[in-house]
């Protein structure tokens, strides 16, 4: 799928990454290696919660990496879709608790 807004990312782009910062690209792969590992989650639950938050985040190349990554750990599109559901409802009540402050800001000018 082509899209004009957001590159695709090449072999070029990783070389020249790792040749301008080696040892940040370097802990940042066994960082990600190290997250994504079988531990108290499995993998496929590690997946599904990185397609949430690769919404949450709006990281189209996450997104995409991660959908991947779901499905390649066994997570079927109705788990991914309903995960995906969850981070909009996470997002949607952030927005929604943040009314809180637009109350108080209201009061606040109101008691001027």
């Known amino acids: ?7 695709r990312a090449t072999r070029a782009h990783a ?4 040749a301008l ?7 940042f792969r066994a960082f990600s290696k190290t997250v994504f590992a079988e531990g108290a989650l499995d993998s496929r639950t590690k ?3 990185a397609v949430a938050v690769a919404h949450v985040t709006q ?7 991660h959908v991947k990554g779901a499905q390649r750990a066994g ?3 109705e788990e991914i879709m309903e995960a ?5 409802e996470m997002r ?12 108080d800001v209201m009061d606040d000018d109101a008691s001027k």
């Open 1 to 7: 799928m082509a899209d004009l807004h957001f590159p």
């Open 15 to 18: 070389e020249r990454r790792h």
């Open 21 to 27: 910062a080696p040892e940040a690209d370097d802990a």
């Open 47 to 49: 997946q599904i919660i």
């Open 59 to 65: 990281c189209p190349w996450c997104i995409e990496n």
């Open 75 to 77: 997570a079927t599109p």
């Open 84 to 88: 995906i559901w969850v981070a909009a």
């Open 92 to 103: 949607a009540g952030a927005a929604f608790a943040h009314s809180l402050k637009a109350l």
